[in-house]
């Protein structure tokens, strides 16, 4: 079996910690370098349901997208239950591990993931990484159908194919609208409005879409042409099919080492919304 800081470094090399922002709180939160690491797990969200999902697959190590400590902290306390996970995670002698704005630059990274799922084909980074001279890294990505789709039949691909939330997916645009080129940004994306409409997509996919700016990409600039149709689905949806990524992505490491690892994707629902009520009557409306 391999140690800790030797699977630590396999994850490094996918998702360098010097490529996340400048905000971030990527890397190692927890985990002794020399442990010995059989199996590991992968989630979007470190919270409690996770870390307990993790101690009883006996799993040695847990790889989440978001970070447990973005704003850092001044208490590990168990009195709060961010300390709760780190006490829980040390007693049962798991590791943390955040792969976050470093794994949404990757390539493959998390927009790559939520264009797989979608059947998408990417063509290029929706924002390219200066640093990359290839020009396949970066933020979001864009990508073609293989065959054009009414925005209706689009939206319910999505509905269909990522994993199902309370909030399901919400849909701004005219329905009947014919799309073939798809921008797409696991996460929250409202800030590359102006990215997708200089791309000329034709329908952008991300989440957590705020209402000012969701209505201001709405409006019709003539000169630029017809705004970008929009497809918000839940935060947690959008990059859950990170982790089946890269889960697949470790397993190919760890074959070709010789390593041998369980590597567990979580199927555990993180997304904090847990239920929708609507009203008896449709609130469709025309574009």
């Known amino acids: 079996m391999p140690a800790l800081h030797d699977v630590i470094a396999a994850l490094e090399g996918l998702w360098p910690a010097d490529r996340a922002e400048s905000w971030d709180a990527v890397g190692t939160v927890c985990g002794d370098p020399e442990a010995s690491v059989s199996r590991v797990v992968f989630a979007v969200d470190p919270v ?74 990417v063509t290029g980074p929706l924002v390219p990484d200066e640093t990359d001279p290839a020009g396949r890294r970066g933020l979001g990505r864009l990508c073609e159908l293989d065959a054009p789709l009414t925005l209706r039949a689009f939206a319910d691909l999505a509905a269909a194919r990522l994993p199902r939330t ?26 590359l409005f102006a990215d997708v409409r200089r791309a000329g997509a034709d329908v952008y996919v991300t989440a957590d879409l705020r209402h000012h700016p969701a209505s201001e990409a709405q409006q019709r600039d003539w000169a630029a042409g017809p705004p970008p149709a929009l497809v918000d689905a839940a935060h ?16 190919e490491i760890s074959d070709r080492n010789g390593w041998g690892l369980r590597v567990h994707v979580s199927g555990l629902v993180t997304d904090p919304w847990t239920s929708l009520s609507t009203p008896p009557h449709s609130t469709e409306r025309s574009a």
């Open 166 to 191: 309370a909030q399901g997916v919400r849909v701004a645009g005219d329905l009947d609208r014919e799309v073939r080129t798809v921008a797409v940004c696991g996460g929250s994306g409202d800030s």
């Open 236 to 251: 947690w949806a959008t990059e859950h099919p990170w982790c089946e990524q890269a889960a697949a992505q470790l397993e």
């Open 48 to 121: 409690r349901e996770v870390v307990d999902e993790a101690v009883k697959l006996g799993a040695d190590l847990l790889v989440t997208h978001h970070p447990l400590y973005l704003r850092g902290t001044s208490t590990v306390s168990a009195a709060g239950f961010k300390g709760r996970v780190v006490h829980t995670l040390i007693k049962h002698d798991i590791a943390l591990h955040v792969a976050h704005t470093n794994a949404d630059r990757a390539d493959p990274g998390v927009s790559d993931a939520l264009a797989g799922a979608l059947g998408l084909r």
